[in-house]
């Protein structure tokens, strides 16, 4: 990307590189205020995703001003990577918890979510991204899907198309999601449309490379209106550290089965299954799965039945290779090779 | 120390040296057998502190050998360092909770607390000490104090200190310690006796260094039995540390006050008194506290109210200063610098 963008006016003056450093966000405090209000609470939590944390202080600030003396915000310092990553400790300490940035997988009366929705123009990035569909002409049939941070402007992009001749195709998903055309990190039942290309609209790379994994019969444009960018999700590297895992597991003795206590990432009897049938097989309990955590142990192999994407995008930092369920069946021989195919996550908890 | 003492013979036959690779320990899997039967367990969970959650698999595979085949055997895959940091999520998920390597610092029925006492031998170092503490006719009086490992042989090490002239001086501390004569990282109240020097027993400089902190005004002789050394505890680093953090913090206008949520670190009291005095200083809840976690929080400077040794053995780790309460009120001008000293943990929960 150019300077020059970065600075010129006009299309792009709504972009994520011209917002960059004063992207806004509604907190929604009063919706916060009337909940404490109501539930006389004494004490608030707040979780911020990580990429929030930073902002967590002037908004713990700003509550302070508006609730009374005697209410006691706290906010949580534990990672936060989803809506299935609730901090369960300091919901049940508070009386009223929230949520920041990420849509409800399940609906509580405890939680107050606030989805903070980006301010970003998304049009312009979706203009730039026509060159990359097939024109109306060839191809009118086009899958459309965004994270929750655009879900403010889904329609939006829905017409932006549809003007231009396309037959956007969309769908909800299923349970764990809240919004149709809604993807999570390890959930893109809303791309199961029948449409030969998608178009995803959002920030980064990791929501599109889990599309693609988990579509690969489908052509995934990346419509990314934070960095200004267009791409085509490409799988290749992905996939090829993905085999090399597998082969490499197939040594392996023993297996550390990781079962997450996070709320929202626990499968239980996928990792007991594991445990009954192999005798080789251990199972672990934890929260965050990192490779510190994994060290202490002397597992030749582990199998991740938590957050499929700590295992595929953060694998290589392992000492030892982590595999998601599926993959371990291919690596115990009990399935073939080419059955590897993405971990996704569905149902809440 | 020389490769020669490693496989030299006599003496040190049953030195930490010489059993470095087959020490042995007793996992007491009877007493955990018989309590599952008891309560017609289904679930037992098994904690190991961090140095030997190697040996939980081989445990485990014990354990499942003499157990009922519908019984499950889940390990905690949570960091763990000390009997202040049970993984209360897997207790309260099993039947028979299993804790290794640390003495209770509350007894409860849910939980088995399995000691392992080390095979090490310490009368040859207590002897090799000798020569590090005043002699009998200088100076009988000596503090006697050792961890959980080795409290097997406190009788033994107080035996052989009186058959040499020396009038030993031993108390049990407080309600957090088990034992007479035991120390912990966050608590030498063991070592509040009549005299001027202290013989700590056991292996690492992690202890004795918190002990000659604590107790500044006395000699703190390490005999440490596991790597065959005798030393002098020295803290003038350590000192020059903690007056470095609390000087670099004199200019924070933010503070993150951490609350620890494992269930023998809270001291929440301490935490909001300090929220509700400054205006500035906002209160972060979390488990483990990691340079990660407070990175992504714009804070000055931190107090840590959970493990005292986090912040001061840890300390440099973190990107900014993180300091005790204590260290908090000289920093922020309530205390005099020469306030300055070793935060220690009493109570359990």
């Known amino acids: 990307m150019s300077q020059e963008s970065e600075f010129s006016g006009g299309d792009l003056r709504d972009t994520g590189m011209a917002l960059k450093h004063d ?37 713990a600030d700003d509550l302070r001003d508006l609730l009374a003396d005697d209410v006691r915000v706290l906010i949580s310092g534990q990672p936060c990577y989803g809506a299935c990553d609730l901090d369960t400790y300091l919901m049940r300490r508070t009386d009223v918890f929230v949520h920041f940035g990420h849509s409800p997988m399940k609906e509580s009366e405890k939680i107050i979510y606030v989805p903070l929705f980006s301010n970003v123009a998304v049009t312009p990035i979706v203009e730039e991204a026509l060159s990359e569909l097939a024109a109306p002409e060839e191809d009118p049939e086009v899958g459309l899907v965004t994270t929750a941070q655009h879900m403010n402007r889904f329609d939006e992009m829905r017409t932006f198309l549809e003007e231009r001749g396309y037959e956007v195709h969309t769908r909800r998903g299923d349970d764990r999601l809240t919004h149709e055309g809604q993807v999570l990190g390890c959930n893109y039942a809303s791309a199961d449309v029948g449409a030969d290309q998608v178009l995803y609209v959002g920030g980064g790379k ?14 995934v444009v990346i419509a990314d209106p934070v960095n200004n960018v ?7 590297t992905f996939l090829k550290q993905r085999y090399g895992a597998v082969h490499r597991a197939m040594d392996a003795e023993t297996w550390g089965v990781i079962f997450c206590t996070k709320i929202g990432q626990g499968r239980w009897e996928v990792a007991t299954d594991i445990v009954e049938e192999n005798e080789n097989a251990y199972l672990l309990t934890m929260d965050e799965v990192t490779p510190d955590r994994l060290r202490n142990f002397g597992f030749d192999a582990f199998v991740n039945t938590g957050c499929p994407r700590i295992t ?38």
Do not use: C
């Open 230 to 236: 267009v791409t085509i999700a490409d799988t290749e």
């Open 23 to 59: 992207r806004e966000w509604d907190y929604e405090l009063e919706r916060i205020v009337e909940a404490v209000e109501e539930r006389d609470a004494k004490k608030v939590g707040l979780q911020f995703p990580e990429g929030l944390k930073r902002r967590g202080p002037a908004v």
């Open 312 to 349: 595929t995008d953060d694998g290589p930092r392992f000492h030892r290779p982590m595999l998601t369920p599926g993959e371990y069946e291919i690596a115990v021989g009990n399935e073939p090779l080419d059955s590897l195919s993405f971990d996704t996550f569905h149902g809440t908890w």
């Open 206 to 219: 990791f929501h599109p490379l889990g599309l693609a994994m988990e579509h690969p019969e489908k052509r």
